[in-house]
Nanobody, 118 residues
Framework: QVHVVESGGGLVQAGGFLKLSCALA????????KRWYRQAPGKQREFVAS???????NYQGSVEGRFDISWDDADSTLYLAMNDLKPEDTAVYYC????????????WGQGTQVTVSP
């Protein structure tokens, strides 16, 4: 059974730093697209960042230059390092893995709250 466990959320002041992690268990990492999403209260869940197997990354415009998505093969963990956090970054953050073949299973983390005070 493939599952993921998220951690790393918390409360920080504007300009601060947080690093989220999402550990993948029971799956082959190379078979999944790897992404981060976030959802603020009353708003639609939105794309934040993605990373490809070759290391190429893509970011939502408002976080580009501040956030860094990475994958660590050693511990099968997806990371999102968030620098210079702003109150507008406050949301529940979700990691997401989607199979690129086979059943195309869509797997979501349980979500972790990030709150940035002004």
């Amino acid at each position: 059974q493939v599952h993921v466990v998220e951690s790393g959320g918390g409360l920080v002041q504007a300009g601060g730093f947080l690093k989220l992690s999402c550990a993948l268990a029971g799956g082959t990492a190379s078979m999944y697209a790897k992404r981060w999403y976030r959802q603020a209260p009353g708003k639609q869940r939105e794309f934040v960042a993605s990373i490809r197997s070759g290391g190429d990354t893509n970011y939502q415009g408002s976080v580009e230059g501040r956030f860094d998505i990475s994958w660590d093969d050693a511990d099968s963990t997806l990371y999102l390092a968030m620098n210079d956090l702003k109150p507008e970054d406050t949301a529940v953050y979700y990691c997401n893995f989607v199979e690129l073949c086979g059943n195309f299973q869509d797997i979501w983390g349980q979500g972790t709250q990030v709150t940035v005070s002004p």
